[in-house]
């Protein structure tokens, strides 16, 4: 009887399956087989729309095109992206003019499509995940962090607080533990998310976290190999 290396399973499609190619090959094995691991997959992402010799693009990604002052902001942060050799793109309007007379749905659809269309052509990503209206970040960044982790792009973010997000959340609201140790809101019951994570884990394991939006542009410079990375402060 022949004996030769094993032969993963073709059909990968199911999460049960996922698991046992997990357990059976390893978790390098797996992340190759359905694309996402992480030593691969930012080579395989790098944007096709940009000409051999130009700057790294980076979608800047962040609640700030809602404050008064997001003209300062972005032109303040692609001054930065330029010291690190980065060329900074803020978020889409969607490209609706002045006197656009389609309807709020229409409106926000453009929006979204650019938005996409800039992160798809961009070759990283950073975020400034805040807290907005509350102890979360503002959801539709997060959406674009995960979008841009999904397409094998780097993400670095940045104005995440120090303490985790366990100690945030029971700094106002009433927690404790219950009987098996697990951190309980009292009211409610809900588990708090412990695991001394920053941020949610889906996005702290996924990211890579700075202190600043400076830190966060010379980071990802270095991982996109950019002119300005090594001689920029």
């Not at 993963?8 to 390098?28: F, H, M, R």
């Not at 691969?40 to 790294?56: D, I």
């Not at 609201?173 to 009211?187: F, H, M, N, T």
Request: aromatic share 6%; hydrophobic share 40%; charged share 20%.
């Amino acid at each position: 009887m022949r004996h030769g290396p094993r032969q993963p399973p073709c059909d990968i499609s199911s999460a049960g399956t996922l698991l046992l190619w997990e357990g059976t090959y390893g978790v390098d094995a797996m992340d190759n087989a359905v694309g996402r691991n992480p030593r691969t997959m930012e080579q395989k992402a790098a944007s096709p729309h940009r000409p051999p010799g130009t700057p790294p693009r980076v979608y800047l990604a962040g609640p700030d095109i809602f404050f008064r002052d997001s003209a300062a902001i972005y032109e303040r942060l692609k001054a930065a992206c330029a010291q690190y050799g980065l060329q900074g793109v803020e978020p889409s309007d969607g490209g609706v003019h002045k006197g656009f007379e389609g309807s709020e749905a229409e409106r926000a659809r453009r929006i979204y499509e650019g938005n996409i269309a800039l992160i798809r052509s961009a070759d990283g990503l950073i975020a400034n995940l805040a807290a907005f209206r509350g102890l979360e970040p503002d959801s539709g960044t997060v959406f674009e962090v995960g979008f841009a982790v999904a397409l094998g792009k780097p993400v670095v973010v940045y104005g995440v607080p120090e303490e985790s997000y366990a100690s945030r959340v029971c700094a106002v609201r009433d927690c404790a533990p219950d009987a098996d140790g697990v951190l309980r809101e009292r009211g409610s019951g809900v588990m708090v998310e412990g695991l001394g994570q920053r941020l949610n884990l889906m996005v702290g394991c996924s990211t890579t976290i700075e202190a600043s939006a400076q830190a966060a542009l010379a980071r990802l410079a270095q991982r996109l190999g950019a002119a300005g990375s090594a001689c920029a402060h």
